[in-house]
């Protein structure tokens, strides 16, 4: 088993930035990969983010591609997400995700451990 906490959300304003923080802990092991998901009110849950947890090559769909930026410190057990220039439609709920599946994907029925999410709100 994998458990996995997020941490650093919040309020921001249009244009501003937020830092997210993924701490896992278990069989990290048997992880080949990671990613951010978020999920608005009414809409699917959709990916933001991934990293493999090997090799640390990145995937960012084109509505975040140069805004979002995904890291991971392999020693810590620890995966970021650092977002800049957000935006109102922007705002979800953000989640960490692992992947013990190859190859790593980002479908979220690939990803098998969750955290419970943290809130990302983006107005003035």
């Known amino acids: 088993q994998v458990q996995l906490v997020e941490s650093g959300g919040g309020l921001v304003q249009p244009g501003g930035s937020l830092n997210l923080s993924c701490a896992a802990s278990g069989r990290m092991f048997t992880i080949y990969g990671m990613g951010w998901f978020r999920q608005a009110p009414g809409k699917e849950r959709e990916v933001v983010a991934r990293i493999s947890w090997k090799d640390g090559s990145t995937y960012y769909p084109d509505s975040v591609k140069g805004r979002f930026t995904i890291s991971r410190d392999n020693g810590k057990n620890k995966m970021y997400l650092q977002m800049d220039s957000l935006k109102p439609e922007d705002t979800a709920v953000y989640y960490c995700?692992?992947?013990?599946?190859?190859?790593?994907?980002?479908?979220?029925?690939?990803?098998?451990?969750w955290g419970q999410g943290t809130q990302v709100t983006v107005s003035n």
């Open positions: 995700a692992a992947t013990n599946l190859l190859p790593v994907g980002s479908r979220k029925d690939r990803y098998s451990y």
